[in-house]
Structures are given as C-alpha cells and as structure tokens.
C-alpha cells in the first residue's frame, strides 16, 4: 500500500486511498460494535459518526459540513460496490492516463465527483423531493469513476481492448456493459440521490470530453499549478560539438553524446507519460522527432 501511495501514480494512489479508507472504517465500525458490548443498536452510533463524513442533503446541515463534498467521495460502507469501483476506475483510468497524462486524472476524478455530489444537494432542495424522496447524505465514488469512464469514452470510443474469450471489443461497448451492471448492481438498495449523483457524474464526464474536444481543457488551471510546484522542465542539453576536418570522434566523447541524449530523450518521454504529447513545446518536439529518425 506504501509503494502505491509513494509511486507517483495517481491511478495507484486513488485505488490505495479508496481501499484504505474503506478498512479504516470497518475497524471504526468494530470499534463501535465492541465498546457498545455488541449492543444491537451500535449501528446508531456508527450512522452518527457516518454523518460527518457523507453529504448532507438538507442545506442547514450541509452549510456546516461543506467539506463533506471531498470527503464523502472516499467513502465506501460496502465491499461489492467499492470492488466494482475500483475494477471500472483500474480499466478506464489507464485508458485515460496513457492518452492523456497522468496529471488531468485526479483532478477529473475530484471534478465529477464535487460537480455531481454539489448539483445533488442543490436538486434535493425541490418540496416534492424532500418529501418523497427523503435521504440523510451521499457517499461514494461512482460518480467520479463514471465521469472518469464517460469522459474517457467520448474520446476513444472506437478503441479496442482485448477481453479474455471475446478478443477485441471497442471502448464504447465495454462501457455501456459497465453503465448497465453498475445499475443493476445498486438497485436493490439505491437511494434516487445515488441515481442522480451517477447521472450527474457521467453529464461532467461528457461535458470535460466535448470541451477537450474543442481546445478547452477543464484540468488545465490544476495542471499549470501541478507543473509549476512539481513539474520537472526538459532542459535542452548542450549541443553536439562542431569538429573540423571531420575529425572523428573518441569514444569518451561518444558516449557522452549518448548519454546527453538519452537522458533528454528519458525526460521528454517522463513530461509525455506525466501531461500528454500535447504538453510539449516545440523544441522538445523537434528534439523528439530527431532521436526518433536517429534511433
């Protein structure tokens, strides 16, 4: 679990945090259960402390606990659900990180998951909801993992993945699979705020894709503040020296020609795994395009 928080990978680094939290508080719940000398009503103490980490519905309560719309997307109660989470997030968040950097995942992943929670709560303040439709608060991180898998289908629809007996099987086809089991699999026991957080989280999905699409990056103020406190610049090394007469060149200083190379060459390919090929300036794409022809 350490190697995963400290790997650098924001995909490893959400499975990990999503997985320990919810460990974290299935001990608080056997904590609960065992200082309440196994009462059956140890629930009612676990659901009060559960308060302060989903999000209320009811403005009044939700006014106190804002901070509630980054916590309550960790949260998971149920072992099934957090399982299928993290199976969409592992599948979807690897497309989505080798197309287009490590750096927008996060963000995306708090985006949909804040947008859909925040416009739920805000939805909720109709009469007829309130008096039908009744719930304490939200939990969860489906709608970000749906913002995620909607976002990342929009993009590359028609991109294949090889699927164990099936062979290959395009993105958009795969989703729909998910979208339709995920339903399937929280209708037993969904709340119609779950449903609406779930929409909501796919329609920020849709809308980030389309704007992508257009020029318009809704990660990109969160990706400018990344690169300035952690980004690592591509400096361009110095330049081949110039030797007249042809004079061929010794081995020392071949290699370390070589090893210039290779080590801007390793820092281009680190900015693209990191931010996308569309992070590069036009010296380092130049610089890319050159080693390319060489190698």
């Not at 289908?153 to 993105?171: A, D, K, S």
């Not at 330049?239 to 020392?252: A, E, F, G, I, T």
């Not at 190379?261 to 992070?279: C, F, P, V, Y």
């Amino acid at each position: 679990m350490r190697r995963a928080f400290m790997g650098g990978n924001p995909l490893h680094q959400l499975i990990a945090m999503l997985v320990s939290v919810f460990f974290l508080l299935q001990f608080a719940r056997l904590v609960v259960y065992l200082a309440s000398g196994s009462s059956p009503d140890y629930m009612m103490g676990f659901q009060s402390a559960m308060l302060w980490m989903g999000t209320p519905l009811s403005f009044p309560d939700f006014f106190i606990k804002s901070y509630t719309l980054l916590t309550g997307i960790f949260v998971h109660l149920q072992i099934l659900p957090l399982i299928f989470n993290l199976l969409s997030l592992y599948i979807f968040g690897r497309i989505f990180i080798e197309f287009l950097g490590r750096k927008r995942l996060l963000p995306l992943f708090l985006y949909a998951g804040i947008f859909a929670t925040f416009a739920t709560v805000l939805i909720w303040q109709i009469p007829y909801l309130q008096i039908n439709h009744s719930h304490t608060m939200i939990t969860g991180s489906s709608a970000s993992i749906l913002g995620i898998m909607a976002a990342t289908t929009v993009l590359y629809p028609n991109l294949p993945l090889n699927l164990v007996f099936l062979g290959p099987v395009r993105l958009k086809y795969i989703a729909l699979f998910y979208v339709s089991i995920h339903a399937l699999l929280h209708t037993p026991d969904m709340q119609w705020a779950g449903y609406a957080t779930h929409i909501l989280g796919i329609l920020f999905g849709l809308s980030y894709a389309i704007l992508f699409k257009k020029g318009f990056d809704l990660t990109s103020g969160w990706v400018r503040i990344n690169d300035q406190v952690f980004g690592k610049k591509v400096r361009v090394r110095a330049k081949m020296k110039v030797y007249q007469n042809k004079r061929p060149l010794s081995d020392d200083q071949y290699n370390s020609i070589k090893r210039e190379r290779e080590a801007t060459l390793d820092e281009i390919l680190d900015k693209i795994n990191a931010s996308g090929i569309q992070s590069l300036t036009q010296v380092e794409k130049e610089l890319l395009n050159r080693y390319s022809r060489e190698n």
